[in-house]
């Protein structure tokens, strides 16, 4: 079971530092690889002239053991440049070349060295010197790997004290360095909290305080490297992105400064599509590889050669194939040929096109293949095609495997024939398969198993029935189905616009002649098959097919291959998925056809047998296949060509929606592949015949408007604002309305507006960060005080110093309800809080009264959430007597989080996510959790970000989100706790006028908030610090006319006075910490400015308005354009809950309105 083809893509290579050598790295290609050694032993040679030391000897004599300790710098500087840069010097010899280089630490000299940037021997020279001054400087240092989160760094004092952060490589591992005399402490420190770490094989601690003292010698030095502009892109860890203008002084920081993979990981993915991208991974243990599969980089898009234990030459091997002739492995999906290309395609005719003496000039021209049929089938196929013994040929079960070897062995003599591949390949339902095969997904034989089965399991399918609906859209399909009693029919092919197949029961499709010509077909054909293909009726061959294609290796396509479940091109992991789906859902051939055409296929190849998609494509695109019109009434051949093409179509493993709910049946069997959840239609569906309740006085429509009807004419009612969402969740969290107002730090998300959502029926967490635990016991007093009745609130609670004593707060206050934040993993804290709700109701069901909403923006993330609380911190529990052995129990078959927040791009901290990316992707990971731990209730999936009109609001609930949480927009409110100056600014933004800066609570690493950039100079000045960080080590480093301007311009007063406010403001132990770090104490005077920018902001202070920091995303600026030229423009007459109820209101009318025009009302 293997692939065929491999298909274009952009191929990144990494280099890795120190920590991942190991005696005898590279041994099996520098014994086999006349490249590799020759290169190797030219490095070898500049050691032994240096340093006296072989490279050579050490890596690979006799005396060489694998497993013995390797650490000496003066060997292993060098000797990790020569393997690494030897094997990309190898795979150059072969042809290979990358588009991007990615270095961390010591792996950005190979990197540049590669990227031409200085000379390779130049800087192997600079590395042995390097090593030789950190032996004089430098005392012995260490670094540790931790695998957790950074948070715990942070959160440790005596971490804190005694080793530095040196990088953060995904959400759960970080990487600490620091002075050897240290190294007991702080591995007490991570042993205490039940860290797992593990020492790296080095000398020195670098990148921290450890190697500070060789500084002054690498600068004194830089001149001896020479330094151009790459010639291939370059990303560094070091610079935390791509490196445009490199300077010596830069080269000089590698060893010294923190390591940024996650963000230069990031800045190559925004270079283009993250699809095209395959990550190749040339260091000698696989580390980065690692590193960017925790960051969500597909397996199949990760390849690494060397390792201790692989076979390095055959991992060669491998790669070089990805470079060949410019033909790469598909990512999902592979890209098309280059722009400027008249781009053709090719098609697969499916079941239906088969003809006596087909295939016949064929056979004898691959012999190989057609005895490999023979074995696999049973029988001789040559002989079925040739003279059709019985009229097999039209039985299923010898039809289908008779076409799909026809169909591929057409392609190979294409191919053959004339070299030209095709920009993309298609097949309507059965000629799938050989798309695929062409596509290189599988092999051959493979696809020939498959689609024996396939033909066994539909030959077996009984009772049901299809007929060819011909002169009626889609749209007028679907209606006539809905408002019949037709209840099991399904529209099976949308083979062209106005020529449609259905199916399901037998007897049904017999009495739906009569509906169909009532309607206004022009023709209705009842076609000679005994199952329902591609409909609901499919569902149990649908499963025993999913269990038969489990064990068989389907790759990513090298063509892109366009799905008949959705119409798009196949992405890497969804073949499989696609093939399952399309056994009981529809043939969506008319979107691929028009997908096609928009991509720019101007020519069609039709391979196979037939004309029957050439037919086709003539109503689909009749001004490329010249024909009169799409619409024309059909030719005397179309229901012939409607017959020819009635095979079945994918639909997804879930259930479809049942009849009565289903108002366009046409889509509800439909793929879900992706899956799209429409709980606004479905829910309006479901209670087409239910009286609608009165509307809430509160959400009156916002602007003058036809009303909204509760009735479209039999064909669906309107929305309800009272639909949208998951019931599941306003139960539980007892709530009218499937809206949050998400907190906001400072108290911004108020007092009042919490109350105000309360009462309105919706959701507020009061915003804590940034307050001490007396105002925020302040803050939920007031809230419980003005909520007599006991309305739902809920509180922010943030990973952080502060979180401890704040669980303590809330158990004490008796607030039951959290918004959990800024979390990378599940704290003691945070199960603290879940446990001390759980009880047990009066039949014996464990239910917890303390419910947790998380925030999340990574699938890792999610998948903490959605987990049990984790078991050793039950055990702990359970052993300190905080809870019971039944209540461990209990916690074990519940998740942590009782609903989860997507957190697209948003104001304030931001992975800069996609909400279309990132909702339906976690909302599958949480529904397959809940699945694979069998718990009792469903996990509501709700989102944030961008979320500021209705059309926003709509686009989140079709997307399948539970709920939707706001937050920009609440900030430019009546009830918002920000100053009115600052109120002034916002309403007068649009959706450009945000930027990003650095996060002043993480600005060492870089992380980035979004912030209003209308009418401040806060983000500008707020990057340019964080750049001079960056340049400079200490306060004396800085310019004379770089500390005027700060002094003058940014802080308005000295620096000095700047860090005596620091010295008043942050704790002891950090300010001891820069006393004796020049790097830390830069850090903190530059950090001071960012806490003086948001309370300038907070306090309106207009002399500072230039300074202000405000948290904002684009949301604001949507929303101040939907509302111009009405009351809301002024934000005096915004009201939280008014707002949140306009928005509801209008995005319910949206999709009765956008669902009627798409079923043609």
């Not at 050490?58 to 390797?70: C, I, K, S, V």
């Not at 892109?233 to 791509?242: H, Y």
């Not at 490196?243 to 990981?265: G, H, K, S, W, Y």
Request: hydrophobic fraction near 45%; charge should be neutral; charged fraction near 20%.
């Amino acid at each position: 079971m293997r692939r065929d083809a491999f298909g274009p893509s952009r191929i990144v290579w990494m280099f890795s530092g120190q920590g991942s050598q190991y005696v005898g790295m590279g041994r099996a290609l520098y014994e086999s690889e006349p490249t590799f050694r020759h290169h190797v032993d030219r490095f070898d040679e500049v050691t032994r002239d240096k340093t006296g030391t072989s490279l050579v000897a050490r890596l690979y004599g006799r005396d060489a053991r694998a497993g013995e300790p390797f650490d000496d710098t003066h060997v292993t500087h060098p000797a990790l440049f020569a393997v690494q840069y030897a094997l990309a010097r190898t795979l150059q010899a072969r042809g290979a070349q990358p588009d991007i280089v990615l270095g961390s630490s010591l792996g950005d000299f190979v990197a540049a060295a590669l990227a031409q940037v200085a000379p390779a021997q130049e800087i192997v020279a600079w590395l042995i010197d390097q090593a030789a001054s950190m032996a004089r400087a430098c005392e012995p240092g260490f670094m540790l790997a931790v695998l957790g989160p950074a948070s715990i760094y942070r959160g440790s004092d005596t971490l804190r004290e005694f080793s530095d952060l040196v990088g953060v490589n995904y959400a759960e591992h970080f990487v600490i360095g620091g002075n050897r005399a240290d190294l007991a402490r702080v591995e007490a420190a991570l042993a205490r909290e039940g860290v797992v770490f593990h020492r790296l094989p080095v000398r020195f601690g670098f990148h921290s305080r450890n190697v500070a003292p060789v500084v002054p010698w690498l600068h004194a030095r830089e001149a001896n490297l020479s330094c151009r502009a790459p010639t291939i892109p370059w990303a560094s860890c070091t610079a935390g992105g791509i490196v445009e203008a490199p300077t010596a002084r830069f080269l000089t920081r590698i060893a010294i400064d923190p390591l940024r993979f996650q963000e230069a990981a990031r800045a190559i993915e925004q270079t283009g599509s993250p699809d095209t991208l395959h990550w190749v991974d040339l260091g000698p243990s696989g580390t980065l590889a690692n590193f960017a599969r925790r960051l969500g980089v597909p397996n199949d898009r990760l390849h690494v050669v060397m390792g201790p234990f692989g076979d390095d030459a055959r991992a060669l091997g491998r790669v070089s194939n990805l470079h060949a002739s410019n033909a790469r492995p598909a990512g999902a999906p592979a890209a098309p040929v280059s722009e400027g290309v008249s781009m053709h395609a090719f098609l697969f005719p499916g079941q239906g096109s088969q003809v006596k003496g087909m295939g016949a000039a064929l056979f004898a021209r691959f012999p190989d293949r057609m005895r490999l049929a023979n074995e696999i089938l049973g029988y001789d196929l040559a002989a079925l095609c040739v003279e059709n013994p019985d009229n097999r040929l039209g039985q299923t079960q010898f039809t289908q495997p008779a076409m799909y070897v026809v169909n591929a062995l057409s392609y190979l003599a294409r191919r053959e024939d004339d070299a030209g591949a095709p920009a993309f390949v298609a097949g309507h339902s059965l000629g799938e398969y050989s798309a695929l095969f062409a596509a290189g997904a599988f092999s051959f034989e493979d696809g020939l198993r498959l689609v024996k089965k396939r033909g066994e399991l539909m030959s077996a399918a009984r009772d049901g029935g299809m007929a060819a609906v011909l002169g009626l859209d889609e749209a007028r399909v679907a209606e006539i189905l809905a408002s019949s009693d037709l209840r099991g029919i399904d529209i099976a092919n949308l083979n062209a616009p106005t020529q449609i197949v259905i199916a399901g029961p037998a007897d049904e499709i017999r009495r739906a002649q009569q509906w169909f010509e009532q309607g206004g077909c022009y023709a209705y054909v009842v076609l000679p098959v005994s199952g329902a293909f591609h409909s609901r009726m499919m569902r149990d061959a649908q499963r025993e097919f999913e269990r038969f294609i489990a064990p068989f290796d389907i790759g990513a396509p090298g063509i892109p291959v366009i799905a008949n479940v959705t119409g798009r091109p196949y992405r890497g992991d969804e073949v499989r998925r696609g093939l399952v789906e399309q056994i009981a859902s529809p043939v969506r051939w008319v979107d691929t056809i028009r997908y096609l055409s928009e991509q720019g296929v101007e020519r069609f190849a039709e391979i196979g047998t037939g004309t029957v998609l050439t037919d086709l494509l003539r109503k689909i695109l009749p001004q490329k296949a010249g024909a009169s019109g799409a619409a024309a009434r059909p030719q005397a051949g179309a229901a012939a060509a409607v017959a020819a093409s009635a095979p079945p179509r994918p639909t997804g493993t879930a259930d479809a929606q049942p009849p009565a709910a289903s108002p366009a049946r046409a889509a509800t069997a439909a793929s879900t592949m992706p899956p799209a959840s429409a709980s606004a239609s479905a829910s309006a569906s479901a209670s087409a015949s239910a009286p609608a309740p009165a509307p809430a006085p509160a959400l009156a429509p916002a602007f003058a408007r036809a009303p909204a009807s509760t009735s479209t004419n039999g064909i669906a009612p309107a929305a309800r604002v009272e639909q949208l969402g998951c019931p599941e969740f306003k139960r539980r969290f007892g709530l009218k309305y499937a809206y949050v107002a998400g907190g906001m730090v400072h108290g911004i998300a108020s007092v009042r507006m919490v109350v105000a959502m309360a009462k309105a029926g919706m959701k507020g967490y009061f915003g804590t960060g940034g307050l001490s635990l007396d105002a925020i016991r302040d803050a939920v007093r007031a809230i419980r005080g003005a909520l007599p009745a006991g309305e739902p609130y809920g509180m922010n609670l943030l990973s952080g110093r502060l979180e401890e004593a704040t669980v303590d707060l809330y158990l004490r206050e008796g607030v039951t309800s959290v918004e959990a934040a800024a979390y990378m993993h599940v704290t003691p804290a945070l199960a603290r809080f879940k446990l001390a709700g759980l009880s047990v109701d009066r039949d014996g069901a464990t239910v917890s009264a303390h419910k947790i909403l998380a925030k999340v923006s990574r699938p890792e993330v999610a998948t903490a959430f959605m987990s049990p609380i984790p078991e050793k911190f039950l055990e702990r529990f359970v052993r300190d007597g905080v809870i019971s052995d039944a209540q461990a129990r209990a916690a074990r078959a519940m998740p942590v989080a009782d609903a989860v927040c997507v957190e697209a791009d948003s104001g304030g901290h931001t992975d800069m996510g996609a909400m279309p990316a990132l909702l339906p992707a976690i909302r599958r990971l949480c529904a397959d959790i809940a699945g694979e731990r069998g718990y009792r209730d469903k996990v509501p999936v709700g989102v944030a970000g961008g979320i500021g009109t209705p059309e926003a609001a709509a686009a989140a609930f079709v997307l399948g989100a539970d709920f939707i949480l706001t937050g920009s927009i609440n900030q430019c409110t009546v009830e918002s706790g920000i100053s009115d100056v600052v109120k002034d600014m916002l309403q007068q933004i649009n959706v450009h006028d945000t930027d990003y800066a650095p996060a002043g609570d993480m600005f060492e690493l870089g992380a980035k908030v979004q912030v209003l950039r209308r009418g401040v100079f806060f983000p500008a000045r707020a990057n340019r610090l964080y750049e001079l960080y960056k340049q400079y080590d200490s306060v004396d480093d800085l310019p004379d006319a770089v500390r005027r301007q700060l002094e003058d311009k940014y802080f308005g007063k000295s620096l000095a006075e700047v860090y005596a406010d620091c010295e008043r403001y942050y704790p002891a132990d950090e300010i001891e910490r820069a006393r004796g770090n020049p790097k830390q104490k830069l850090a903190l005077i530059f950090r001071w400015y960012f806490g003086f920018a948001t309370r300038a902001a907070l306090a309106g202070n207009e002399a500072d308005k230039v300074n202000f920091q405000v948290q904002c995303g684009p949301a604001l600026g949507a929303f101040n354009q939907w509302v111009r030229n009405t009351a809301l423009e002024n934000w005096r007459n915004r009201h939280v809950a008014e707002m949140a109820a306009r928005i509801l209101q209008d995005a319910a009318d949206l999709l009765s309105r956008r669902y009627l025009s798409m079923v043609g009302r």
